[in-house]
């Protein structure tokens, strides 16, 4: 099994930045493509971000490209999401995902999810 742990939300004004962790353990062998997604109430999950296994690719959603910067240390086992200019739009649970697909952009690719952590935008 594989266990996803996120870290580092919590509530910031707009502007400001804010850098997501993600530590993966157990049979992370198994893991290729890591992502973020996330959730704001009444709304479904959608994909943020995504990474390959060797990090060299790297994908974004629309509304994030620019501002947000996905990246992987494997030999930390450590998924990062770097969050730059935030806006109360981006206000959200946060879930790190990893997936046996080179890529994963959309939530039936995802294997495993983390807990999620809270991010609030607002002045």
């Known amino acids: 099994q594989v266990q996803l742990v996120e870290s580092g939300g919590g509530l910031v004004q707009p502007g400001v930045s804010l850098r997501l962790s993600c530590v993966v353990s157990g049979r992370t062998s198994s893991m290729y493509a890591m992502a973020w997604f996330r959730q704001a109430p009444g709304k479904e999950r959608e994909f943020v971000a995504t990474v390959t296994r060797s990090g060299n690719s790297k994908s974004y959603a629309d509304s994030v490209k620019g501002r947000f910067t996905i990246s992987r240390d494997n030999a930390k086992n450590t998924v990062y999401l770097q969050m730059n200019s935030l806006k109360p739009e981006d206000t959200a649970v946060y879930y790190c995902?990893?997936?046996?697909?080179?890529?994963?952009?959309?939530?039936?690719?995802?294997?495993?999810w983390g807990q999620g952590t809270q991010v609030t935008v607002s002045s």
């Open positions: 995902a990893g997936s046996s697909e080179v890529v994963v952009t959309i939530t039936q690719r995802v294997d495993y």
